[in-house]
């Protein structure tokens, strides 16, 4: 098989010009998101993984959306517009200038098929670099209804028949069109022009490349995936499928690379989670975008993390919240009931539960009190506090910033902190207690009396 980076040149054609009006949403159906990327992104990563030197992306009139996004996850990507809907041979042909600036290997992918594997792709690549002029992805079908179907001839693929052109001995094929296609970029352009639209649906399509090769003596090969991975999304519960069937990959991927994982149906990963090895993660943990979580780090049950940091056997959870620019030290301890964001927090620091920390710096070793809080914004801009090595928080404790705690400073339980508060000093903030004896007795009787009237 080719190495997935070839020496040959590859140019990735991806057509996201699909309207997915069965997906009912505003956004457009290639711009969903599975494990915490649109669809579009995915295939995008899968083709340039598997060697693509540039990328055209063909997407509908009108859809500057799509094609922002395209650009967002591919910066080189040049966009083409499919103003008619004639097919996807036609769609193809729309990046005719790309595909002039003559390329070894052109591989045509689709947006909502966010399942395929850079391997596959590289597969396709390596049956055009055995002297192929189309290689076709194929899959084995448990239900062959209204997927086109591989007509074969010993091991030369003779055609691909849609559904609705097939004849009734054609359709018991199983051997199915996953829709994905390489072409050799030599040919590709005399292949792609000599296709007709004498079908049901008088649309060009790009499985007649088969046709055409054979026409002008070139050979087609296949190559065949499960049919998981080739699965498309075209409605919310086939999005759904696709998430579960993507959780399982990085789920899987991460264990053998050292994760452990306790419940792993209950953990959900995104696709950028970096995550090293004996790392322990328990139940009911969410991973959003930009987590990373060293060596030996305990993540525990119920707990959200999100563009965050965890360093060396840190503790985090349960019920725990990390929001974007949370970065725990080495050895450090986050609680039951703790939010943290934007906050660095230091080696050995325990921020044990019921706590708020926003904009802030926490010295090693720190210690931060239940109930403690940073009162970070004044409805306007957003403040620094910082807690110096060694520090400690008293319980209920607001910190109102700017401020900064020396280290190794005392705040005393249930304090409003307003102003700087030296190393190794104590700051206490809350009012003075006032002890009434006998107030309780003469209160319970007054109260009774107003009852009686």
Known sequence: MTEMHSPRTCLAIVLAAGEGKRMKSELPKVLHKVAGRSMLAHVLA????????????????????????????????????????????????????????????????????????????????????????????????????????????GDSLEAIREHKDAAPGELKIATCNAGIMALAGKSALQLLESIGNSNAQQEYYLTDAVGAARLHGLASGVVIAPET?????????????AEKLMQGLLRENAMREGVTMIDPDSVFLCFDTKLERDVLIEPNVFFGPGVEVSE?????????????????????????????????????????????????IGMGAAVSHLTYLGDARIGAKANIGAGTITCNYDGFRKYITEVGAGAFIGSNSSLVAPVKIGDGAYVGSGSVVTEDVAADALAVARGRQANKPGWAIAFRAAAIERKKK
Do not use: W
């Not at 996807?88 to 200038?97: E, P």
């Not at 909502?112 to 290689?135: E, I, M, N």
């Open 296 to 344: 030996g780090a305990i993540i525990k049950a119920s707990s959200h993390l999100e563009g965050a940091r965890i360093g060396k056997n840190a503790s985090v959870g349960p019920f725990a919240r990390l929001r974007p620019g949370a970065k725990i030290g080495e050895k450090a301890k986050i609680g039951n009931f703790v939010e943290i964001k934007a906050a660095d």
């Open 46 to 153: 899968g083709v340039a993984a598997a060697g693509a030197d540039r990328v055209a992306v063909v997407v509908g009139p009108g859809r500057e959306d799509v094609a922002n996004a395209a650009s967002g996850a591919n910066a080189e990507a040049r966009i083409f517009v499919q103003n008619d809907r004639l097919g996807t041979a036609h769609a193809v042909l729309c990046a005719r200038k790309a595909i002039e600036q003559g390329f070894d290997d052109i591989i045509v992918a689709f947006a909502d098929t966010p399942l395929v594997q850079p391997q596959t792709f590289a597969r396709l690549r390596g049956k055009l670099a055995d002297g192929a002029a189309v290689a076709a992805l194929g899959f084995e079908a448990a239900d062959p209804t209204g997927y086109g179907r591989f007509i074969m001839h």
């Open 229 to 241: 991975e080739v699965m498309g999304v075209n409605d919310r519960v086939q999005l759904a499928a």
